[in-house]
């Protein structure tokens, strides 16, 4: 008799538990229904993407002198730097330079360490295709100018939706100590 009472108490004090935990997590979905979605149409509406945001790679054809800082620094040796020695003005002679976007893994050190800052990184990041050999972009490839989000005028930024409000923008950055004062609850 003794231990089916022990059982019961067990067995209710689990239950109570369990209707505390359902409780929780009711209340973080009650908070989070009275906010407006953050849902984004993707090809109309595009963001903005962060200041130090590592895209695609422009390459400047005429500030390269070959050193060859870039390959050395990848991690996975991944730029290909072909060059010449020029006899007659005794300096390296840059042949071509591409860059295999399938296989980058965008990390920066050959932007960060090129001596002549001929690399840098763009806001570009629709790089996708169908075939994966598209994305072995030589000098010329690397050389365009960067597509602008903020330029194109068919697109909407987020900044510029009108579903989206300041307001509501602060709160979605603040939801960060929002939701973990909630998990102390």
Not at 149 to 174: A, K, Q
Request: hydrophobic fraction near 35%; proline fraction near 4%.
């Amino acid at each position: 008799m003794f231990s089916m009472v022990t059982g019961f108490i067990d067995y209710s004090q689990r239950a109570i538990q369990a209707a505390r935990y359902i409780g929780q997590g009711f209340m973080v979905t009650l908070y989070h229904m009275n906010r407006l979605p953050m849902t984004i149409q993707y090809p109309y509406d595009k963001l903005i993407p962060s200041e130090r945001f590592r895209g695609r790679i422009h390459f400047e054809f005429d500030k390269c002198i070959a050193r060859e800082v870039c390959v050395r620094v990848c991690p996975i040796d991944l730029p290909v730097v072909d060059w010449n020695f020029g006899k007659y003005i005794r300096k390296k002679r840059l042949e071509n330079h591409s860059i295999d976007f399938g296989i980058c893994i965008f990390c920066g050190n050959c932007v960060e360490y090129c001596p002549t800052n001929c690399l840098s990184m763009t806001e570009e990041y629709e790089l996708s295709t169908y075939d994966r050999h598209e994305l072995n972009y030589d000098q010329i490839a690397l050389g365009r100018s960067p597509i602008s989000v903020i330029g194109d005028p068919t697109i909407r930024t987020i900044f510029s939706s009108t579903f989206l409000s300041e307001r509501t923008m602060n709160r979605h950055i603040d939801s960060r100590t929002v939701t973990s004062s909630t998990n102390s609850i």
